[in-house]
């Protein structure tokens, strides 16, 4: 059992060095929110002059009207019990801001998923091919993709996705998320529990065809997303396969007769994925921004539309909400990838 | 067999100018010599395609075809041709008259301009058409009449005027209710710009009756169609008819103002901070690391989006705003340069001869980290280009009417639904082209510089 318990104390390590990267995380929320030059109020009223019972409103139902420090201690109190505050502009007045992040937060889930498994599908396989024929024609022509593909805007391609297979095969839908009276676990139907991710609430519905659906839907988004992403994981995977392919033990491998496809895959390929784990930690925050950009391009009612329209309808609470979210969940999920990667390779424990 | 003597090429004169071992040196030399090498040839491809960008951005005006900001044709008119355009205009004014409610003959809105008596005329002007080009294809007016509100045996008499009422047409009826009747006038007379401006074409309304019988006409529209020719544009008009190939040429230069501006600041920041943090070490360092790593974790283009909306949206602050980003990127290159350079041979000879602790870090640590400079900046560079038009894209960057790539593409964006592609298909495949351009030049420095990963692939 020392395994067990040397990763549980490295895991314990990792999660008590989280809590800084959450706190300054959350400071800098709180700074270029309220403490950069130009008053948050006015900004998001974008240079028009709001009526001035408004800003008196707001102001006094975010605390502005008292000392930073202050506000800074009453802010942080209310992250760390839960309370992210009720939405204070036209679209969700009212409403408290979690309830709008929890009803968000699967659709970015679900998008996020698909564009990690489009980019594994595609960028791993190639980086593979490419690492095992350095040099090589086939080697050449990844790098270019991978150097191509990463540096096209995300929406511009999802733009083209969405002509050639929505608009001009019409093999998809062109927009947005599954929206309608029947999505999955919609009232008439009975789940035992509900997840509010269409594609994993069919499939607990047991219907088909609605996962069809929402597959349907989901794939043109995941596509876009996981192809600028298979960029990255090309070139990380092929790096990673050039520094295995040229390690001692595939050296003994080669010595002791294994034959070159065994090698690739058994010896090469399994040790290169070690790394590509922990290289993943740092792409969530491009995952992320991909997805903003993601949802935007097809209407796709994830969080990063919930933020747009935060700003939008200048709702300072909701907006702080969300970005404070996205702050949490980028943290735990470096813990989590930090703890995955140290059970995959001992040595990283160390 | 005796030598040739060699004739002097291009890197022996300059090695006249620039010493091997500058920062400059260690760049291009091997950039000349080895210019067969494919990092030779991905560097010299990106060097020329962002001179390419940056000639463009600084002679766009002159090289612009159109005025990026004006309405210049045709809204959506498509790349590679002169397209039909179809001008549609209802009346705007109209001579007193007994006709009641003539304004709302404008539209279907549920109402009809409506005449009591039996010959009452008017005569409707001003059909604001946009016509651009002299290249009048087709002509007509429609007519619609609600069959409801007209008593049966009344209907309309119908005249034109393409001279501002100075001669009319003969009068024609029409009799046909509750659809849209288009009347051609084309095979008519010839048509040029001036007979379709405003003002110049009138339509006058009669009211007829087959009998002498009290009742009313009730008009429900009445408009005037121009189909002409549009101009021809190389990438085609956005959807208010503005040129997308001189809005890209213009839209170049915000580009690169914001990536120059957001990359030099956060190099300012950045490369100091990280010489400091990484030379001097212990608590400050672990701090800076520690908030320079929870600020590169975090979704840039979120970060710089808020600061974008508190700051102000000139380009100016759009690059401040992209710096946030780019500073934790240079920092952390910077710093573990630093690192390894602080353990070198030469470094602790220095240090054992004397020499103060600024000119060991100035003299013979950012000396060499300088080097690496020029691969991270261009890939941040790079980088940035496609932050700026993302966050344009969002809304959250440059403002309309600025001409910037992700506004247009944005703007156009909702087209793509309709088939419309090429008004943000152009301003995206220009992102792309300079953002290969700029890691082409960043990965093949990178070879370049890095005589490590030369030796390997050797």
Redesign the interface.
Same mark, same amino acid.
């Given at each position: 059992m020392a395994r067990g318990s040397s990763l549980l104390a490295y895991a314990l390590t990792r999660a008590i060095l989280a809590l800084p990267m959450l706190f300054i995380l959350l400071t800098a929320v709180f700074v270029v929110l309220r403490i950069l030059p130009g008053d948050p109020i006015l900004a998001l009223w974008g240079g028009r002059t709001p009526p001035p019972d408004a800003v008196e409103r707001a102001r006094v139902q975010l605390g502005l009207d008292q000392p930073p420090i202050v506000q800074y201690l009453t802010y942080l109190r209310n992250i760390f019990t839960g309370n992210l505050g009720i939405s204070i502009g036209e679209q969700y007045r009212g409403t408290p801001v979690w309830s709008q992040i929890a009803t968000r937060f699967p659709a970015t889930v679900e998008l996020a998923f698909g564009g990690m498994l489009v980019a594994s599908l595609v960028g791993i396989p190639l980086g593979v091919v490419a690492g095992a024929n350095r040099d090589r024609w086939v080697d050449l022509g990844v790098r270019l993709y991978g150097t191509i593909i990463w540096v096209i805007p995300i929406f511009w391609l999802g733009l083209i996705l969405q002509l050639v297979f929505g608009v001009w095969l019409r093999w998809l839908p062109a927009n947005g998320r599954w929206t309608g009276v029947d999505t999955p676990c919609a009232p008439p139907s009975t789940c035992r529990f509900q997840t509010g991710m269409y594609t994993v609430d069919s499939l607990i519905e047991g219907n088909l065809g609605h996962f069809a659906t929402a597959v349907s839907h989901l794939l043109l988004p995941s596509l876009t997303l996981g192809l600028v992403l298979s960029g990255f994981f090309a070139k990380t995977v092929r790096a990673n396969m050039l520094r295995t392919i040229g390690a001692d033990f595939t050296e003994a491998a080669r010595a002791r007769g294994v034959p070159r496809r065994a090698i690739i895959y058994r010896h090469a390929f399994k040790n290169a994925l070690v790394p590509v784990v922990t290289v993943l930690g740092l792409q969530f925050a491009i995952l992320f921004a991909g997805a903003v950009l993601t949802e935007k391009t097809f209407s796709y009612q994830g969080l990063g539309i919930l933020l747009l329209e935060s700003i939008t309808s200048k709702d300072m609470t909701m907006i702080q909400g969300v970005v404070v979210f996205y702050a949490a969940i980028i943290v735990l999920i470096s813990l989590a990838i930090d703890i995955l990667g140290a059970s995959i390779d001992p040595r990283i424990r160390l | 067999m005796a030598e040739k003597p060699r004739r002097a090429s291009l890197a022996d004169s300059l090695r006249r100018w620039i010493p091997r071992q500058s920062i400059l040196g260690r760049i291009l030399f091997p950039l000349i010599e080895e210019r067969r090498s494919?990092p030779a040839v991905l560097t010299w491809l990106g060097i020329g395609i962002v001179i390419v960008f940056v000639f463009i951005a600084i002679a766009s005006p002159l090289l612009a075809p159109w005025d990026p900001y004006a309405f210049v044709d045709g809204p959506d008119v498509p790349p590679w041709t002169n397209a039909p355009v179809l001008a549609n205009s209802t009346y705007f004014s109209f001579s007193p008259t007994p006709w009641m409610n003539m304004t709302a003959g404008q539209a279907i809105d549920g109402r009809d301009a409506t005449s009591r008596g039996i010959n009452d005329t008017v005569v409707v002007s001003s059909f604001l058409l946009r016509v651009f080009r002299d290249a009048v294809t087709n002509v007509s007016y429609v007519i619609l009449l609600d069959g409801r509100a007209t008593t049966p045996g009344h209907y309309l008499g119908v005249e034109w005027s393409a001279d501002g009422g100075a001669t009319w047409s003969p009068r024609t009826a029409i009799r046909t209710f509750n659809q849209f009747v288009r009347v051609d006038l084309t095979p008519l007379r010839s048509w040029n710009l001036a007979s379709v401006e405003p003002g110049r074409f009138s339509l006058r309304f009669t009211h007829l009756a087959d009998t002498n019988t009290a009742g009313q006409v009730a008009l429900n529209y009445a408009a005037f169609h121009v189909v002409w020719l549009s101009f021809w544009h190389l990438m085609g008009t956005d959807p208010v008819g503005r040129d997308v190939f001189s809005r890209v040429l213009v839209g170049t230069g915000t580009s690169l103002q914001i990536m120059a501006i957001g990359v030099f600041a956060a190099l300012l920041v950045g490369f100091p901070l990280g010489l400091f943090s990484g030379y001097t070490g212990g608590r400050i360092d672990k701090v800076l690391v =520690?908030?320079m790593?929870?600020?590169?974790?975090?979704? &840039?283009?979120?970060?710089a989006?808020?600061?974008a909306? +508190?700051?102000?949206k000139g380009v100016v602050n759009i690059g401040l705003a992209v710096t946030v980003i780019y500073i934790p990127l240079y920092f952390r290159a910077t710093r573990s340069h630093v690192l390894s350079a602080r353990e070198e041979l030469y470094v602790e000879a220095a240090r054992a001869l004397g020499a103060k602790p600024g000119r060991i870090l100035w003299r013979y640590i950012a000396y060499n980290v300088l080097v690496a400079i020029p691969v991270i900046f261009s890939l941040s560079a790079?980088?940035a280009v496609?932050t700026a038009?993302?966050l344009s894209?969002?809304?959250?960057g440059v403002q309309a009417p600025t001409a910037d790539w992700?506004l247009d =593409?944005?703007a156009a964006?909702s087209r793509?639904?309709? &088939?419309i592609?090429w008004s943000?298909?152009f301003p995206? +495949?220009v992102?792309?082209i300079l953002?290969?351009g700029?890691?082409?030049l960043g990965?093949g420095l990178n070879d370049i510089v890095n005589p490590v990963l030369r030796r390997e692939?050797s």
């Open positions: - | 494919l =520690l908030v790593d929870s600020l590169y974790a975090f979704p &840039g283009l979120l970060l989006g808020l600061i909306v +508190l700051i102000g790079a980088d496609l038009a993302g894209y969002l809304g959250l992700g =593409l944005s964006a793509i639904s309709v &088939g592609w943000s298909f995206g +495949l992102i792309v953002t290969i700029l890691s082409f990965e692939r």
